[in-house]
């Protein structure tokens, strides 16, 4: 029943370790977005695909990547976590750009040690 | 630069009460507004989506408003119940530029005692 799925729930990483957080769909839509929320803060999006085009928001460190192999996965790939990316990452997704109820997963719990 | 920001932070009732929550932003040009419910250490749930064009919305004992002119929307949650305690987050979504995002306040934490 779930439809956007986010694993793992939670990630432990090490400072400089990469790490890979995954979201899935089983909604078929056509954007998908990653948010990051750090605590007691609003959510920040770091960036969406629409379909196979990917818009990156101007003030996300380059440490954060994104793939998107196909319409239901997408990948957000931190190169070298630091302690401040400490955060939960919400993955999210909707029909067309604007006009739509964004549908949002879990989330993931990064720690970073 | 749009900023929404939501007014109580926090917020305490006892169960029965009804209740409003404030959010107000600063450009009116929005496609929509949504509000979300965070409970603890979860993701988003999608409470409702108020195109730009509408004045409200309901969905059973929540009601969202919208004033985009004066650049403000209300949640009320009528006959408030402790499972209504959690983080209630609105969200906007801006007009015109290649990527339209959802522009978040930081949320009125609701405390509803039994």
């Known amino acids: 029943d779930a439809m956007v799925i986010q694993n793992p729930r939670y990630q432990v990483t090490q400072f400089g370790k990469p790490v890979t957080l995954s979201c899935s769909q089983t909604l078929n839509h056509n954007v998908m977005y990653w948010y990051q929320q750090k605590s007691s803060q609003a959510p920040k999006l770091l960036f969406h695909y629409y379909d196979k085009d990917f818009n990156n928001e101007a003030d996300t460190p380059d440490n954060f990547q994104s793939r998107r192999p196909n319409t239901s996965f997408c990948f957000l790939d931190i190169r070298s976590p630091g302690l401040g990316d400490a955060a939960m990452y919400l993955c999210?997704?909707?029909?067309?750009?604007?006009?739509?109820?964004?549908?949002f997963g879990p989330g993931t719990r990064l720690t970073v040690l | 630069k749009q900023e929404v920001t939501q007014i109580p932070a926090a917020l305490s009732v006892p169960e029965g009460e009804n209740l409003v929550l404030n959010c107000s932003f600063t450009?009116?040009?929005?496609?929509?507004l949504q509000w979300f419910r965070q409970d603890p250490g979860k993701g988003l749930t999608s409470l409702l989506l108020?195109?730009?064009?509408?004045r409200e919305q309901t969905s059973g004992r929540l009601n969202a408003s919208l004033d985009k002119s004066s650049g403000r929307s209300t949640l009320y949650i009528a006959a408030s119940q402790p499972g209504d305690s959690a983080t209630y987050l609105c969200a906007v979504s801006n007009y015109g530029g290649a990527t339209n995002k959802l522009i978040f306040g930081t949320g009125t934490l609701l405390a509803v005692q039994p």
């Open positions: 999210a997704t909707s029909r067309v750009r604007s006009t739509d109820t964004q549908y």
């Open positions: 450009d009116s040009a929005i496609y929509n």
């Open positions: 108020i195109q730009s064009s509408q």
